[in-house]
């Protein structure tokens, strides 16, 4: 009985910690460079921000979305998941203010999308930058 109270008990512990470690609701840009127009700006997530016509009458969008975060996502949770478990659990006492704050550390991606003209929809050209916040 002994045996199962700890097995249950070792898999209930990786929590919030893993979790936020391993959640990511941002966009990549590698997803963004794939998308041919508005439509799918807006469906991958991303906010429009401004807009106006150049002199020579092409058309300029500016959009805004939530990076997403790099590719270690897993092998933190893993991390969070050994700890929590060497621990016994008491890992989470630091890992969840952990994982909070670097989620609090948001990087965004801008993208500048330019059309022929006002009223095309296909996208003829998009740079990318990321900020911080």
């Not at 990786?14 to 508005?38: E, F, T």
């Not at 106006?52 to 998941?81: F, M, T």
């Amino acid at each position: 009985m002994l045996k199962i109270c700890c097995f249950m008990v070792l898999l209930w512990l990786p929590g919030c910690s893993v979790y936020k470690a391993s959640s990511d609701s941002g966009i990549s840009v590698a997803r963004i460079l794939k998308c041919k127009n508005r439509t799918d700006l807006l469906a991958c997530g991303m906010e429009f921000l401004s807009d106006r016509v150049l002199p020579n009458g092409h058309y300029v969008e500016v959009y805004r979305g939530l990076a997403s975060k790099s590719g270690i996502n897993y092998l933190r949770a893993l991390g969070h998941g050994v700890l929590d478990v060497a621990t016994l659990g008491v890992w989470e006492v630091a890992g969840t203010p952990i994982e909070g704050y670097m989620d609090s550390d948001k990087d965004y991606v801008i993208a500048t999308v330019t059309y022929p003209n006002e009223d095309s929809e296909q996208v003829e050209k998009i740079d990318i930058q990321t900020t911080q916040k």
